[in-house]
């Protein structure tokens, strides 16, 4: 999924301990939308249609309600991660745990840094890592712009900057993290495709369905460097082989990072 279980937080797997029933939703369910996550330059006429499509998932984080997106490994459920019930409901929808991590997704590179330390890291190693299918945990700060009820008591934060522009569009627009989580039922399998997460249509306010998104179902590389910067070697560790992993240790190779194993 999306998060470390799913794609990535900085946590351990799922668990089926504590699971929350999903919750009614709170705008009339089932409505899909097909979006266009490709990079192509778009015609004027699917332009359009992106804009609006953007617009639909902004309207509902913004009554804090979750939507189903495309995103470079997985399918995911987002929510605002600025508001405390929304992410309950995220977290209802999941039949998740909530003391569970979940993860957060923004716009661009730049945006990391207003929700975790980065202070620390080589100059240029976040832009060669993001955007892709990498979740770097990271030092949460204190005043990140993020619910207290967003992961209370952990004291990182796991961000991605996912090579979807769907995704990227909805975050940027949004003005905010979003958080996410892998759309599926917990502890059940990740979703390449929309059908496969059917069961969780009804809690979605919108589907966003960008087409079957490959066969792989390893999601995010989860690659903790909150360590680097603080006085200590410059060392990472992969919490989580996903996808990217081998071209990750390569760029953290270039940067002078070691690998604890």
């Not at 009339?28 to 006429?45: E, I, K, L």
């Not at 987002?78 to 991590?101: E, H, I, M, N």
């Not at 369905?209 to 560790?237: C, P």
Request: with cysteine; net charge negative; charged share 20%.
């Amino acid at each position: 999924g999306l998060e470390v279980g799913a794609e990535g937080a900085g946590a351990g797997p799922d668990s089926d301990e504590d699971d929350v029933r999903p919750p009614p939703p709170l705008a009339p369910p089932g409505q899909v939308v097909t979006v266009d996550d490709s990079d192509d330059a778009p015609s004027a006429t699917a332009a359009a249609a992106a804009a609006a499509a953007v617009s639909t998932a902004i309207l509902a984080l913004r009554r804090g309600e979750v939507v189903a997106l495309p995103t470079d490994t997985l399918y995911g459920l987002a929510a605002d991660a600025c508001c405390a019930s929304a992410l309950r409901r995220l977290y209802g929808t999941k039949g998740r745990a909530a003391r569970v991590p979940l993860a957060v997704a923004v716009g661009a590179v730049a945006d990391v840094g207003r929700l975790a330390r980065t202070d620390g890291l080589p100059p240029g190693l976040l832009g060669a890592l993001l955007p892709g299918p990498v979740t770097v945990i990271l030092t949460r700060l204190p005043r990140a712009p993020l619910a207290p009820g967003l992961n209370p008591g952990v004291a990182t934060i796991g961000v991605r900057v996912p090579a979807s522009p769907f995704i990227r569009a909805v975050a940027s627009a949004h003005g905010g993290a979003l958080a996410l989580t892998s759309a599926n039922v917990s502890g059940a399998p990740s979703s390449v495709a929309v059908g496969e997460f059917r069961p969780l249509w009804p809690a979605c306010a919108t589907v966003f369905d960008g087409g079957l998104l490959g066969e792989d179902r390893a999601g995010s590389t989860v690659l903790d460097l909150s360590g680097v910067g603080d006085g200590r070697a410059a060392t990472y560790s992969i919490l989580r082989e996903g996808g990217g992993a081998v071209r990750v240790r390569d760029v953290l190779a270039e940067f002078g990072l070691r690998e604890l194993v």
